[in-house]
C-alpha cells in the first residue's frame, strides 16, 4: 500500500507497534501523571521555531488520547502557518479564523478526522489580524464550551519566538508541551522561550526533544516492552 508523507508522520494512526508510537503514549501517560493538583483539560503545544515538529506530536498525541477512549478536540490555533488540514487530509475552507470572526457556526467548523474518537478544527483561511482574532476573548469562551463535549483539548500554535500568537493560546491552557528539535535550536533560544512562557502565566508541563538519536540499549529497552496500548 502506497503511503503518503502526512502519513508517515501520522505514526500513531499508521504503525501503533512502533518504538515512535510507544513514545507518544508515554507522553500521554506522563501528562496525565502532571495531573495530581489540577486537570489537564486544555493543553497547547509549542516551539521556540518553526521546524521542530510541533504539529506532529499534536497530531500524534492527540491519536493516542483518542485510541485511549478519550473523547479529544484537536485545535490548530496557528492562523499564519497551518498544518493540521495537511497531517489530517481535511478541507481548510473554514475552521478557527473563521469561528473567531463569527462568520461560521460551530457545527460547520468541527469536522471529523477519520479517526475515532477524534474531531478537528482546522484554522481556516489565514486571516489578516491572527494575533487581534486570538486575543479577543473569543477563543477562551469557545474553549470553555468545548470543555462541556470533550475529555482533551488539544491547541497547535504559532512558534513562540516568532509572533505573540502562541503566547496568547499558551495563556489560556491548562499546561504547555514544549517541542524542541535535537541540534536545531540554541539554549538561548530555548531559555528565552521558557521566560515568555512563564511572563505569560503559562505553565510548563513537560518538553519533548525531537530527533534524538537513541543508542542500541535505549531501542532494546523500546522493544522489551513492546506494544500495551
Same mark, same amino acid.
Given at each position: 500500500?502506497?503511503?503518503?508523507?502526512?502519513?508517515?508522520k501520522?505514526?500513531? &494512526? !499508521?504503525?501503533?507497534?512502533?518504538?515512535?508510537?510507544?513514545?507518544?503514549?508515554?507522553?500521554?501517560? &506522563?501528562?496525565?501523571?502532571?495531573? %495530581?493538583?489540577?486537570? *489537564?483539560h486544555?493543553?497547547?503545544?509549542?516551539?521556540?521555531?518553526?521546524g521542530?515538529?510541533?504539529?506532529t506530536?499534536?497530531g $500524534?498525541?492527540?491519536?493516542?488520547?483518542?485510541?485511549?477512549?478519550? &473523547?479529544v478536540?484537536?485545535i490548530?490555533?496557528? /492562523?499564519?502557518?497551518p498544518?493540521i488540514?495537511? /497531517?489530517?487530509?481535511?478541507?481548510?475552507r473554514?475552521?478557527?479564523?473563521?469561528?473567531?470572526?463569527?462568520?461560521?457556526?460551530?457545527?460547520?467548523?468541527?469536522?471529523?478526522s477519520?479517526?475515532?474518537? /477524534?474531531?478537528?478544527?482546522?484554522a481556516?483561511p489565514?486571516p489578516p $489580524?491572527?494575533?487581534?482574532? *486570538?486575543s479577543?476573548?473569543?477563543?477562551?469562551?469557545l474553549?470553555?464550551? %468545548?470543555?462541556?463535549?470533550?475529555? !482533551?483539548i488539544?491547541?497547535?500554535?504559532?512558534?513562540?519566538?516568532a509572533?505573540?500568537?502562541?503566547?496568547?493560546?499558551?495563556?489560556?491552557?491548562?499546561?504547555?508541551?514544549?517541542?524542541?528539535?535535537s541540534?536545531?535550536v540554541?539554549?538561548?533560544y530555548?531559555?528565552?522561550?521558557?521566560?515568555? /512562557?512563564?511572563?505569560?502565566?503559562?505553565?510548563?508541563?513537560? @518538553? @519533548?526533544? &525531537?530527533?534524538?538519536?537513541?543508542?542500541?540499549s535505549?531501542a532494546?529497552?523500546y522493544?522489551?516492552?513492546?506494544?500495551?496500548?
Amino acid at each position: 500500500m502506497h503511503r503518503s508523507a502526512n502519513d508517515s508522520k501520522l505514526i500513531m &494512526n !499508521v504503525n501503533r507497534r512502533s518504538q515512535i508510537s510507544e513514545g507518544y503514549r508515554n507522553i500521554r501517560t &506522563n501528562i496525565q501523571f502532571s495531573e %495530581w493538583n489540577h486537570r *489537564l483539560h486544555v493543553i497547547a503545544v509549542v516551539s521556540t521555531q518553526a521546524g521542530e515538529g510541533k504539529t506532529t506530536t499534536i497530531g $500524534n498525541l492527540a491519536v493516542a488520547y483518542a485510541h485511549e477512549g478519550k &473523547n479529544v478536540l484537536l485545535i490548530d490555533a496557528d /492562523l499564519r502557518h497551518p498544518s493540521i488540514q495537511s /497531517l489530517f487530509k481535511v478541507s481548510n475552507r473554514t475552521g478557527l479564523s473563521k469561528l473567531l470572526a463569527n462568520q461560521c457556526s460551530h457545527e460547520e467548523a468541527v469536522q471529523l478526522s477519520g479517526i475515532e474518537n /477524534l474531531s478537528l478544527v482546522t484554522a481556516g483561511p489565514i486571516p489578516p $489580524n491572527p494575533t487581534e482574532l *486570538l486575543s479577543s476573548g473569543k477563543l477562551q469562551e469557545l474553549i470553555e464550551g %468545548w470543555k462541556e463535549s470533550y475529555d !482533551v483539548i488539544l491547541l497547535d500554535t504559532s512558534p513562540i519566538m516568532a509572533v505573540a500568537d502562541g503566547l496568547i493560546v499558551s495563556s489560556i491552557s491548562d499546561g504547555v508541551i514544549l517541542v524542541v528539535k535535537s541540534g536545531k535550536v540554541k539554549r538561548e533560544y530555548i531559555r528565552k522561550t521558557k521566560e515568555r /512562557l512563564e511572563h505569560a502565566k503559562a505553565q510548563i508541563i513537560g @518538553v @519533548v526533544l &525531537n530527533h534524538k538519536k537513541i543508542s542500541k540499549s535505549e531501542a532494546r529497552h523500546y522493544n522489551y516492552y513492546g506494544y500495551r496500548d
